[in-house]
């Protein structure tokens, strides 16, 4: 496709609830990164995949977020039991190579309720 | 800790004037400077970046400058336009770790609003 898709745009979840969100990157985008905005905030950094090796997810809060791109193009950022804290826009960024100035999707916003 | 800040939640600038978004930060190993736009409801739009041996970088309207030994960086838009009106943040990237691969630690926006 022409940008990053995110899916779905929106999400209202129940306190203890799993959600996966959904990233379509660019066509060849080598590089896939997940970042969380939280209101007021600027994003924060939660994961890499280069294709489909995760070579970086010090960012991810707890061990119930989890990410996953199995075929090196679609990502999935899993969250379970959700919480209260865990409300906050989801982003989705690729390039197609280590370049600097990636393509974000327009998010996900997840709320907890 | 806030390793990228921007002290300025918000700015309002007449149109055709010049617009200043500053930016500090701490992490002497960040090696190269982003600027993203971002409206409402869309993600973050890459505007113009700066590398640490630069000191000023030039793209039309914008201009980025880097002040490494104050740490700080600024965007000067000029002349400001009503469709500049946005989240302005400004992001850095470090090459220490063997974190190479471009991860971004963000400020915390500036709002900006350009009156007609």
């Known amino acids: 496709g022409a940008g990053v898709s995110q899916s779905p745009r929106y999400k209202v979840a129940k306190r203890g609830q799993d959600v996966a969100l959904r990233c379509d990157p660019i066509?060849?985008?080598?590089?896939l990164f997940w970042y969380q905005q939280a209101l007021g905030q600027g994003p924060e950094f939660l994961t890499y995949f280069q294709n489909e090796a995760q070579l970086d997810k010090s960012g991810l809060p707890s061990d119930r977020f989890f990410a996953e791109r199995p075929e090196g193009s679609v990502s999935t950022l899993k969250i379970q039991r959700t919480q209260q804290e865990d409300s906050a826009v989801y982003l989705c960024?690729?390039?197609?190579?280590?370049?600097?100035?990636?393509?974000f999707g327009s998010g996900t916003r997840l709320t907890v309720v | 800790d806030q390793q990228v800040k921007q002290n300025s939640p918000s700015l309002s600038v007449q149109e055709g004037r010049i617009s200043i978004l500053n930016c500090d930060y701490t992490?002497?190993?960040?090696?190269?400077f982003l600027w993203y736009k971002k409206y409402p409801a869309e993600g973050p739009t890459f505007l113009i970046s700066i590398s640490s041996i630069k000191d000023k970088n030039e793209d039309g309207r914008f201009t980025v400058f880097l002040n490494k030994s104050a740490k700080h960086l600024s965007l000067h838009i000029v002349p400001s336009q009503p469709g500049d009106s946005a989240v302005y943040f400004c992001a850095a990237r470090t090459n220490a770790g063997g974190t190479s691969y471009g991860k971004l630690t963000f400020g915390q926006g500036t709002i900006l609003t350009v009156h007609p």
């Open positions: 960024a690729s390039s197609p190579r280590l370049s600097y100035g990636y393509t």
């Open positions: 066509s060849g985008h080598v590089s």
């Open positions: 992490n002497s190993m960040f090696d190269y």
